[in-house]
């Protein structure tokens, strides 16, 4: 009704003040139309433009996706290098915000859940379904929940990115600043310098103790079964074939004594020669036994000990030589001030038969954060390179809470785990302090999935839970290569059913897990939303 009475106005206008009036009012809206429209141009222009920082290039450290301005920014240890536009989720199925990183990259990647879509240069940061590929940009947000990027883009940057490399998704436009703070690692150069060559020592010390554990149990087995003729089972049964043998002893005397034809006795006699060859060779057995017994059953419970003392050796060994060779990698520390605990992991890079590979993961403990029920934010640290100090650090903030800061002044990280990562702690390592809990997407073939709570997530919502694993151990392969014995269990802690996530179609895998973990964004208590729950435990460091 206002528009109508608004136009009417203006008709009347030109009415009354006549053709040269109406030509110049014309013409002013036509040029603020144009004016408009190119101003409108131009910006959806810059937009979609790529860009290469201006110098080389390192190797990616992490990815920084940014809802609100649809564009992604890769960064190497010495800032921006590759930025291009973006195409996110739509509404109702929004791209999640929150920490992820790479755990599967697919050249030629065809969609499972949307009629075999194509998904080019495919960089898989959850295993529900959300990833980074190359695709068409409208200019908006039009995917299902994956990032698009240009084609020609995705491309380059495919062969330049591993499998770990982090990727944050900003509600806003977030990037990475220089931090320093005497709580983030300081590796010790001494422990540096030595870690090469006692991950080496280790790994030939757990080698040789596998093969001694082998031979252990090889000797065991011989024993157990050479003894197994002396247990008082198998005495009692050589006992009743000696007793069998002098009962025919007997017969054949009756038999000799009663024969009345010398062809009679004749054949008795061969009876009774037979009889007591066999009773003496069973007595011979029997006796042999009885005075065997103790011996062979001792050096029996002597080789079980001793292949359960290998055993064990090579268990100690293997762990020690594990330890030693994460060591060497990118350490990732994650801090939730909605569980209270601390968790660590670094890539095995041991691959996993379903995609991706397999992430340790065997450090988890209670952490103190001072004023638990206040919000900390949730805050991403990572070393970029070393310097003379240690390590360079930047921080990324994604959502408030305290300031990068006063949030790590607020962590107390026990000195043990202290002592276990930092002497040794290299370029790409990081430390995320999130009031958020993980989500159950963080699994044993992904590093940290955390979403923001207080963000749309219906990426998440609009996919089926991954489906669970019907047992509750994941065991990486056994190849001695001081990650093969790495093993890990998964449960939810509100139930004893264990959970694990293997890849869709996985043909072991029960049906799918009753209680779906997407729970409302707008729960009660956004900083520990239902259904983001972490169902993961690993004592075996």
């Known amino acids: 009704m206002e528009n109508r009475t608004t136009t009417a106005q203006i008709t009347e206008a030109m009415r009354r003040w006549g053709p040269p009036a109406f030509v110049t009012f014309a013409a002013m809206v036509t040029l603020a139309s144009l004016t408009g429209g190119a101003a409108a141009k131009q910006q959806r222009l810059a937009g979609t433009i790529e860009a290469t920082a201006p110098r080389a290039a390192g190797e990616p450290i992490m990815a920084i996706v940014s809802i609100s301005a649809q564009k992604v920014t890769f960064y190497d240890a010495d800032g921006w290098i590759y930025r291009a536009p973006v195409s996110s989720g739509v509404k109702g199925r929004e791209t999640p915000a929150g920490v992820f990183a790479l755990v599967e990259k697919d050249k030629d990647h065809h969609s499972t859940m949307y009629d075999d879509a194509w998904m080019p240069n495919m960089q898989r940061i959850t295993w529900n379904g959300v ?136 054949r008795a006699e061969d009876l009774k020669q037979k009889a007591v060859a066999k009773a003496a060779e069973a007595t011979t057995q029997y006796e042999a036994a009885q005075g065997d ?32 060779k994460l060591a060497l990698e990118p350490v990732s520390v994650y801090i939730s001030r909605a569980t209270q605990k601390l968790y660590v992991r ?132 056994g190849d001695d290569d001081g990650f093969g014995f790495f093993t890990q269990r998964s449960w939810n802690p509100q139930t004893p059913t264990r959970y694990g996530y293997p890849q869709y179609g996985n043909p072991q895998a029960p049906t799918q897990y009753g209680t779906p973990y997407y729970g409302n964004p707008q729960a009660a208590n956004p900083r520990r939303r239902g259904g983001q729950y972490y169902w993961q435990s690993q004592q075996d460091w």
């Open 131 to 266: 990833a980074l590929h190359g695709g068409p940009l409208p200019g908006y947000a039009a995917s299902h929940g994956c990032v698009r990027m240009p084609y020609d883009f995705a491309e380059k940057l495919f062969d330049k990115t591993r499998i770990g490399m982090r990727v944050i998704i900003a509600p806003n436009d977030a990037a990475p600043v220089d931090f320093t703070h005497p709580a983030l690692f300081v590796p010790n150069a001494q422990a540096m310098a030595d870690a090469p060559a006692r991950a080496e020592k280790l790994s030939r010390e757990a080698a040789d103790a596998a093969k001694v554990a082998d031979e252990a149990k090889k000797a065991s087995a011989a024993a157990t079964k050479e003894a197994a003729m002396f247990t008082p089972a198998s005495l009692r049964k050589l006992q009743q074939i000696k007793t069998r043998a002098d009962a025919a002893v007997a017969l054949a005397d009756k038999t000799l004594a009663n024969a009345k034809t010398d062809q009679a006795k004749a």
């Open 293 to 324: 017994a103790k011996p062979k059953l001792d050096a029996a419970a002597a080789a079980k000990d001793a292949a359960k003392a290998a055993e064990a050796k090579k268990t100690d060994t293997q762990k020690a030589a594990t330890e030693a």
């Open 346 to 477: 670094r890539n095995t890079h041991k691959p996993w038969a379903d995609g991706g590979e397999v992430f340790d993961s065997s450090i988890e403990v209670p952490v103190t954060i001072r004023d638990p029920d206040k919000p900390i934010g949730t805050h991403i640290y990572t070393a970029m390179a070393r310097n003379d100090a240690g390590l360079r650090w930047t921080e990324v903030t994604i959502d408030d809470g305290d300031n990068a800061k006063d949030a790590l002044d607020r962590v107390t990280i026990p000195q043990d785990v202290l002592d276990r990562i930092a002497p040794t702690a290299v370029p790409r390592s990081s430390i995320i302090i999130s009031d958020e809990p993980l989500s159950a997407e963080t699994n044993y073939r992904t590093e940290f999935v955390a979403v923001l709570s207080n963000q749309p997530q219906g990426g998440f919502i609009t996919r089926k839970p991954t489906r669970p694993t019907e047992t509750d151990d994941m065991v990486a392969s």
